[in-house]
């Protein structure tokens, strides 16, 4: 696997290396033993998946906070999404900055998170779904979330929203 750090601290691209043939190609996805030589938490508890009918539905930004705060591997395994991380960590020197990225089931990246980033994304396609391996076990009662429109981040989306969840729209305003 090829592990790239984004600007965001503790955030990488990892794209998995090819192997191929005639037949097409073979891949890892995941190594606990290469995540941790590359520092990462290799914990795994759950996996997900998201599955979205039309273009335009945003999910996020979201988190689990303390003392069930999660790392995720997020990967698009059809359509694409436009996905986007935020930096809640006060002691981060990449603190209430973002990055993005397009997943494709084409181009096969993954997108690692630490504890203490949000995620969302929007969608580029319609039948889009999105596969996550996290390290906690989801814990409704510290689940939490800023907005997607926070003026605090500024996150420009490529897409107009078309669909989105009433709970993510009512998110308060970003405080410490």
């Known amino acids: 696997m090829i592990f790239t750090?984004?600007?965001?601290?503790?955030?990488?691209i990892i794209e998995p290396e090819r192997l191929?043939?005639?037949r097409g190609f073979f891949a890892r996805t995941w190594c606990?033993?290469?995540?941790?030589?590359?520092?990462?938490?290799?914990?795994?508890?759950?996996?997900?998946?998201?599955?979205?009918?039309?273009?335009?539905?945003l999910r996020g930004m979201h988190y689990q906070s303390a003392p069930h705060a999660e790392t995720r591997l997020v990967r698009c395994t059809s359509g694409i999404v436009y996905d986007v991380i935020v930096d809640l960590r006060p002691q981060s020197t990449t603190f209430k900055r973002w990055f993005s990225i397009e997943l494709t089931a084409e181009n096969h990246r993954m997108l690692y998170l630490p504890e203490g980033l949000?995620?969302?994304?929007?969608?580029?396609?319609?039948?889009?779904?999105?596969f996550y391996q996290m390290s906690e076990f989801?814990?409704?009662?510290?689940a939490s979330g800023v907005r997607w429109n926070d003026?605090?981040?500024g996150i420009e989306w490529?897409?107009?929203?078309?669909?989105?969840?009433?709970?993510?729209?009512?998110y308060p305003d970003?405080?410490?």
């Not at 290469?34 to 290799?42: I, R, V």
């Not at 989801?138 to 510290?142: D, I, L, V």
């Not at 490529?158 to 669909?163: A, D, G, M, R, T």
């Open 5 to 12: 750090e984004t600007p965001l601290n503790g955030a990488y």
């Open 20 to 22: 191929e043939d005639e």
């Open 32 to 57: 606990q033993r290469e995540f941790k030589a590359h520092g990462l938490s290799a914990d795994l508890a759950q996996c997900n998946i998201s599955f979205n009918r039309r273009k335009g539905t």
């Open 118 to 130: 949000a995620h969302g994304f929007i969608t580029l396609r319609d039948d889009t779904e999105v």
């Open 138 to 142: 989801y814990a409704p009662e510290f």
């Open 151 to 153: 003026p605090a981040f």
């Open 158 to 170: 490529p897409e107009k929203v078309q669909v989105m969840a009433e709970h993510d729209r009512r």
């Open 174 to 176: 970003f405080q410490l």
